[in-house]
DNA sequence: TTATTACTTGACAGTAAGTGTCAAATTTAA
DNA sequence: TTAAATTTGACACTTACTGTCAAGTAATAA
């Protein structure tokens, strides 16, 4: 099971790129970069966007995986988390068949 | 499909209580009830646990729905919700079935 | 009308959490 | 040892959230 971090990390090492190289394409600091990608910072979705870019990863699959990661750290601690999340799925459900108030 | 705000507020009435009374009850300012109630703040799990007592709710269904409307919200915007949470459920049961590391 | 009650709203100050930047420290590789 | 790559922590700044309070609305009764 990874996390962002890692996936960041292990496809950056795996085309051998330094953080410096990246961080420059993502136009961040390399420090911000090293605590992405040990998880000790979130990467905000535009970061996600170029960093699936320069990584070649699939931008989609990278977003599942962060937003899915900070839900289940979120709540990973909860004696009733399955259930939280499927009454989740029934108000995201109705949500989207509704329309919006505001 | 009720909010938390909604269950508190339909519940609270029933009872024929006031916000005040509640509030009190609580140890909160009514002001800050009454905004609970209208999902302008969310409550801590303190003060669900009091309100589960004096509006005779059942505690833990109140911490989920709780917890679900904060997933809901935060994530029914993003096309990959669903998605999201199936990949949620497989981290957190990952999580719960192996060691913490800290 | 005035008074009272229930609730709502917005401003306020304080706190907590997150941001990027930078330099120093550490680790790794040659 | 040297240099490069990475990590760490301090810093100032911003944003979000907290409870408190007073003034506001709305409805009802006197």
Redesign the pocket.
Known sequence: METIGQIL?NK??TLG?????VSAYVD????????I??N?????KE?LGKLSEILKLNKDELLVQFISDKIAYEIAGEDCAEKVLKVAEKKIKYLKSHPIQN
Chains 1, 2 share one sequence.
């Open positions: 990390r950056r090492q790129l330094f953080l410096r190289q961040i600091d390399q420090a911000i970069l090293s605590k990608e040990r000790e910072r979130k990467p905000t970061m």
